[in-house]
């Protein structure tokens, strides 16, 4: 929340009590502007909140500063579920700004999380220009849309029509999308494996949020009885004298193959008086984009998403597997969490992978934050070289590890924390 100059003394990090938690959620929602939530969204989300992982900074009796950690579990390039820890609410208030409150509470952070024995930490950033500093790389990128469905047309593959869709109300049919969730999960790097709690979370639905939409609304699709595919929406009606021009806004969509994937989509296109869908969040590479008739009119916003950052470099890489083989010495600077730094050999190809401590000469020069945007397999590590993010000390090197490190899907977060 803010760039911190001068360690404050005055300052007491301690981790967050029960009888805490409403002054500290209370910090919170005053960093972030001061307006309230709904008691039941309040309540939400201190059902997941893990108050012993959570961290307050005290000045006397005040709470000045806030930080938790969700316990997630990450997909991986190769399909592995990896520990992570979810950084979030994150928080100084602004008298206290350039005290040194934030780098206190990622310093504690992060050395809790390799306590933990937890090899990543990952966030989402209300400004990403903060984060670098304590060693998160942008990993994933999404996109939002805004496609004109008067205009663009849908092309379909072979048994879109066998997909059958209809109505239900999202809270009844929560088992079901969930189900089709976890299938998703180990197939595309960057997504959560869902927490106890979490399903509810996607059906939050405050009015105060919609913006003139309906309520939260949910489709299934079905092919021989079984779930395939869903997505939970909200539609926005609006009119001009020329007729309808309401707006589909998608909160939420998952399929388990092409066929449920088109056929959700042709219904989104296809809701009575809309003309166009707001797409929101969406994988940069997601299927639908290769159907359209026209790309240009579905105007699409490309922005960061998730922030990763390497807590224990040597477990991480050896954690997910690589899609070319590879052998390379990395020369690793992390000031902020020291363990880190100096030169790992890493060796690894679609099985497996291993990465230790050597005194061999270095291919490639980078920062832990470098390693954390590469480590999804959505960013290249030639194209930081490129940049001048990392050094090339081997002819070669970036291009191999770029190949090595790459995912055949792009990496996605699926939703915020």
Request: glycine share 8%; hydrophobic share 45%; proline share 6%.
């Amino acid at each position: 929340m803010g760039t911190d100059l001068v360690q404050d003394r005055a300052t007491e990090l301690r981790v967050l009590r029960p009888e805490d938690q409403d002054s500290w959620y209370d910090q919170l929602i005053r960093a972030f502007g001061g307006v309230p939530e709904l008691a039941e969204e309040r309540q939400l989300w201190y059902s997941v909140t893990e108050v012993d992982r959570s961290i307050g900074a005290w000045d006397g009796d005040e709470i000045v500063g806030t930080a938790g950690a969700f316990g997630f579990r990450l997909t991986v390039p190769g399909g592995a579920s990896v520990p992570a820890a979810g950084v979030t609410m994150v928080s100084v208030a602004a008298t206290h700004r350039r005290r040194g409150v934030l780098t206190s509470m990622m310093r504690r952070q992060l050395d809790d999380v390799r306590a933990w024995g937890w090899p990543l930490a990952v966030l989402t950033a209300s400004e990403p220009v903060i984060y670098g500093r304590f060693g998160y790389g942008v990993a994933t990128y999404h996109v939002n849309a805004g496609i004109d469905t008067s205009r663009v047309r849908l092309s379909v593959p072979p048994g879109t029509d066998d997909v059958r869709l209809r109505y239900a109300a999202p809270a009844d049919v929560l088992d079901a999308c969930e189900a089709v969730y976890a299938r998703r999960v180990p197939l595309r790097p960057g997504m959560l494996a869902r927490q106890p709690g979490w399903d509810r979370v996607q059906l939050l639905d405050p009015e105060s949020e919609r913006n003139g939409a309906s309520p939260l609304q949910c489709v299934l699709a079905e092919r021989d009885g079984e779930v395939v595919g869903f997505a939970r929406f909200r539609v926005k009606p609006e009119w001009e004298a020329a007729g309808p021009k309401g707006t589909v806004v998608l909160e939420d969509m998952e399929a388990l193959d092409p066929a449920a994937h088109a056929a959700v989509w042709r219904f989104l296109f296809g809701v009575d008086l809309t003309s166009t869908i707001d797409a929101r969040r969406r994988p940069v590479d997601e299927p639908w984009q290769y159907m359209v008739s026209d790309i240009r009119r579905c105007r699409m916003l490309v922005r960061d998403s998730l922030h990763v950052r390497l807590v224990d470099v040597g477990a991480a890489l050896e954690a997910r597997t690589y899609q070319a083989p590879v052998d390379v010495v990395f020369e690793v600077e992390d000031s902020f969490c020291p363990w880190n730094a100096g030169r790992w050999r890493l060796t690894g190809d679609m099985k497996g992978a291993s990465c230790v401590r050597t005194d061999d000469a270095a291919d490639l020069a980078l920062s832990v934050r470098e390693l954390g945007a590469a480590y999804l397999g959505g960013v290249s590590l030639l194209s930081l070289a490129e940049a001048g993010r990392v050094r090339e000390l081997r002819p070669g090197a970036s291009a191999e590890a770029s190949v090595a490190f790459g995912s055949p899907v792009a990496p996605w977060l699926p939703h915020g924390f």
